[in-house]
């Protein structure tokens, strides 16, 4: 088992609608959790960054981080054909040297 | 946030050339490094860990002699792709910790080899 589960999509949503991203996990010992966004050909971008349980907003994005289900979340509202990407979940036990666990990436399309 | 660039950003060579990517922190020092590899509709995989001032640290199944790393400073670490063949055509990203303790990525190098 991967230690870091994400759907991979293709999720295809209406320009305005709430789109949720999900990923799980395996590792208890997993205290940082990021998520990235990556543009086609390009390196990944950092969304958001939280650490331990508990949410995290930022503009249209909001992260969620539930440890005890070992279930992290991005929610992004009022979507934008701009947000069309493919969205990488990642997760780390330290915050410093550690590199990271990622998903295998959910790819969003927002249509006009 | 913290900047990591990468150069070449793509790159074509014959197979059993050698090709060097490199990746610069800009505005941070970063004595940790990493490099990953992604190939298409897959997810970013560790290739190796390369510190600063010692030897590098590869991942289970990547040959440290086909893929030389060198974190000669602060803000240079540089991969080397030995005798590349066509199977290595993929897309490399280097990351760093920046002062917000998170990883920032470079853009990216695509390589083909032919």
């Known amino acids: 088992q991967k230690e870091v589960e994400q759907d991979p999509g293709p999720l295809s949503v209406p320009e305005g609608a709430i789109v949720s991203l999900n990923c799980t996990y395996s590792n208890s010992a997993f205290q940082y959790f990021m998520w990235y966004r990556q543009y086609s050909r390009k390196g990944p971008e950092l969304l958001m960054y939280?650490?331990?349980?508990g949410n995290k907003e930022d503009g249209r994005f909001t992260a969620q981080v539930d440890k005890s289900s070992k279930y992290i979340s991005l929610f992004i509202r009022d979507s934008q054909p701009s947000d069309s990407a493919t969205y990488l979940c990642a997760m780390s036990e330290s915050n410093s040297g550690y590199a990271l666990n990622f998903g295998k990436g959910t790819s969003l399309l927002v249509t006009p | 946030g913290a900047v990591v660039s990468q150069h070449p950003s793509w790159v074509i060579c014959k197979s059993g050339t050698s090709v060097k990517i490199e990746c610069r922190s800009l505005?941070?020092?970063?004595?940790?490094m990493f490099w990953y590899r992604q190939f298409p509709k897959q997810s970013l995989m560790l290739m190796a860990t390369s510190n600063e001032g010692s030897k590098a640290t590869y991942e289970q199944g990547v040959e440290k002699d086909k893929f030389l790393i060198n974190h000669a400073s602060l803000t240079l670490s540089t991969l080397t792709v030995t005798s590349a063949h066509p199977e290595d055509s993929s897309f490399y990203i280097c990351?760093?910790?920046?002062?917000?303790?998170?990883?920032?990525f470079g853009p990216g190098t695509r390589l083909l080899v032919l």
């Open positions: 990351s760093a910790f920046g002062r917000e303790e998170t990883q920032y």
């Open positions: 505005d941070f020092q970063a004595t940790t």
């Open positions: 939280t650490y331990s349980s």
